[in-house]
């Protein structure tokens, strides 16, 4: 038997509650708390993802996936993936495409890339005999980030923002 599938209005029904009288946009920042800190990190790479090795590697590989999946994803439904130029308005850019769109759903991917706070690992061993000892550490880093312009029959446009 299959496990229900978990929305959104699932995890926040009697945790979050939104009261608005205008606004222009809404933040909304989703995380898992466990993987905050570095020893959660390595449980999630060994235990989670069943890798003998807590190694930086996995790391590489989740996001060459992630990526190829996205331009799957793209290309599969006519989507435009749109590569940002260092300092354009990403709302400028993709407002023709919002403008154009007759039906909801994704209407454009943006791609960027950005400084953001993420995990790194290193080798505590470097330099040393024997097998290599990972540590892992915040680090502001340059990464891909996707933006996935929506357009939602109640709220309008809007989008959702992940990094690879």
Known sequence: MAAAV???NDVLDGHVTLGLECLDRIYLNAYVPNLQVD???VVFLTQHLGSPIPSPAVFTKM???FRAAVARFAAERDIPLVRFAK???KADVMRPYLE???K???VAIGVAQEFQSVFTGYDRAAGKPGPPSFAFAKADRRVSVYYFYVLDRDFGPG???LCS
């Open 87 to 89: 300092d354009a308005r």
């Open 159 to 161: 989008f959702i923002k």
């Open 104 to 106: 909801p759903g994704v």
């Open 6 to 8: 978990c929305t959104v």
């Open 63 to 65: 996001g060459e996936r």
């Open 100 to 102: 154009q769109a007759t």
């Open 39 to 41: 020893g959660q990190v």
